[in-house]
């Protein structure tokens, strides 16, 4: 199954093994290590490139003109900048990875990066990308406003892709689908924050209706594939198993990238409760129902790359 591509783990939980700073907590999240630890991040994608995935994704999930501004007191230019040399440290990455492997025989021979776009939640450091709460305070013309200058700044440094992910509403969706339309040459995933009830998005709506409708609703081929992110793994496949039910043709490609099962909170961050069942354990059931991108989000290690990258070879 050449087709099936494989994504990289959580950024910051393989940051932290470069790191003897704290990560969690901080409102910039890993963002600030673009400015502070830059060789820390080119290390972390690095890792995820030596482990086998096709495609890394850039360091911008939290990094936003919002945060920037507030807490570096830079200007507005000098936040995209900071977005721009992001995409830089990918592709350094991809380059030192490509001379590593002239000789060698690997899957990942031509990595693509992709423009980490996290939702308007996380920048305000609250956990609401796992409620969606703030959208009904917000309208879409906002969200088309807020989302546009870090896509162009990702487009203008040349990555091949966006991540659109963890988008916990239906009003965010919906506007991200409407901006990406003055974009047609772009690709983009579009991944989502989900309850863990097998049906609803984090906001209570219908997850498998809305992103059906994303996905059709998008520029045709626009959309390589939707899904969710950010979940316990065990929670993936109620959530998935109906959009290609039944369907011999037009399947759509989904994507998935779950946390380790770990429950977080802002207060006291991740922890552990009762037994975690591992991603790799679904891998077969998930590739059955049409995930064609699949990797891992917070509190998964580039280890976890190298065995999803190990079984996907296997299929």
Same mark, same amino acid.
């Given at each position: 199954?050449?087709?099936?591509? %494989?994504?990289?783990? +959580?950024?910051?939980?393989?940051?932290?093994?470069?790191?003897?700073?704290?990560?969690?907590?901080?409102?910039?999240?890993?963002?600030?290590?673009?400015?502070?630890?830059?060789?820390?991040?080119?290390?972390?994608?690095? &890792?995820?490139?030596? /482990? +086998?995935? &096709?495609?890394?994704?850039?360091?911008?999930?939290?990094?936003?003109?919002?945060?920037?501004? =507030?807490?570096?007191?830079?200007?507005?230019?000098?936040?995209?900048?900071?977005?721009?040399? /992001? %995409?830089?440290? /990918?592709?350094?990455?991809?380059?030192?990875?490509?001379?590593?492997?002239?000789?060698?025989? $690997?899957?990942?021979?031509?990595?693509?990066?992709?423009?980490?776009?996290?939702?308007? !939640? #996380?920048?305000?450091?609250?956990?609401?990308?796992?409620?969606?709460?703030?959208?009904?305070?917000?309208?879409?013309?906002?969200?088309?406003?807020?989302?546009?200058?870090?896509?162009?700044?990702?487009?203008?440094?040349?990555?091949?892709?966006?991540?659109?992910?963890?988008?916990?509403?239906?009003?965010?969706?919906? #506007?991200?689908?409407?901006?990406?339309?003055?974009?047609? &040459?772009?690709? #983009?995933?579009?991944? *989502?924050?989900?309850?863990?009830?097998?049906?609803?998005? #984090?906001? !209570?709506?219908? *997850?498998?209706?809305?992103?059906?409708?994303?996905?059709?609703?998008?520029?045709?081929?626009?959309?390589?594939?939707?899904? $969710?992110?950010?979940?316990?793994?065990?929670?993936?496949?109620?959530?998935?198993?109906?959009?290609?039910?039944? =369907?011999?043709?037009?399947?759509?490609?989904?994507? $998935?990238?779950?946390?380790?099962?770990?429950?977080?909170?802002?207060?006291? !961050?991740?922890?552990?409760?009762?037994?975690?069942?591992?991603?790799?354990?679904?891998? &077969?059931?998930?590739?059955?129902? +049409?995930?064609?991108?699949? !990797? +891992?989000?917070?509190?998964?290690?580039? /280890?976890?790359?190298?065995?999803?990258?190990?079984?996907?070879?296997?299929?």
């Amino acid at each position: 199954m050449s087709e099936i591509k %494989v994504l990289d783990g +959580g950024f910051s939980t393989q940051l932290s093994t470069h790191l003897d700073e704290k990560i969690n907590g901080d409102p910039l999240w890993t963002a600030r290590f673009l400015i502070t630890k830059p060789k820390a991040v080119f290390a972390t994608h690095l &890792d995820f490139l030596r /482990a +086998g995935a &096709d495609i890394i994704e850039t360091n911008t999930y939290q990094a936003t003109i919002d945060g920037f501004v =507030k807490y570096l007191g830079i200007t507005e230019e000098e936040s995209l900048e900071i977005i721009r040399k /992001a %995409v830089d440290y /990918a592709k350094d990455a991809v380059n030192v990875y490509s001379k590593e492997i002239e000789n060698k025989n $690997v899957r990942n021979r031509k990595p693509l990066i992709a423009g980490s776009c996290g939702p308007y !939640g #996380a920048c305000l450091h609250d956990g609401s990308e796992y409620t969606g709460s703030y959208c009904i305070n917000i309208s879409r013309e906002f969200l088309i406003n807020w989302h546009r200058p870090r896509i162009c700044a990702l487009l203008e440094r040349g990555v091949d892709l966006l991540a659109i992910e963890t988008i916990p509403c239906m009003r965010e969706a919906e #506007a991200i689908i409407d901006l990406l339309k003055e974009f047609p &040459d772009t690709r #983009a995933w579009l991944s *989502f924050s989900c309850r863990n009830d097998g049906k609803s998005l #984090a906001d !209570g709506n219908n *997850f498998q209706e809305l992103a059906v409708r994303c996905y059709k609703n998008a520029l045709p081929g626009q959309i390589l594939a939707i899904g $969710v992110n950010c979940i316990a793994p065990q929670c993936v496949t109620a959530l998935l198993q109906d959009i290609n039910k039944n =369907k011999l043709n037009d399947i759509i490609p989904l994507i $998935v990238y779950p946390n380790s099962g770990e429950k977080y909170t802002v207060s006291e !961050g991740w922890k552990k409760e009762g037994e975690i069942a591992s991603l790799h354990e679904f891998i &077969d059931e998930w590739l059955d129902l +049409g995930v064609r991108y699949i !990797g +891992g989000c917070c509190r998964t290690y580039a /280890a976890d790359i190298k065995q999803i990258r190990s079984r996907v070879d296997q299929c």
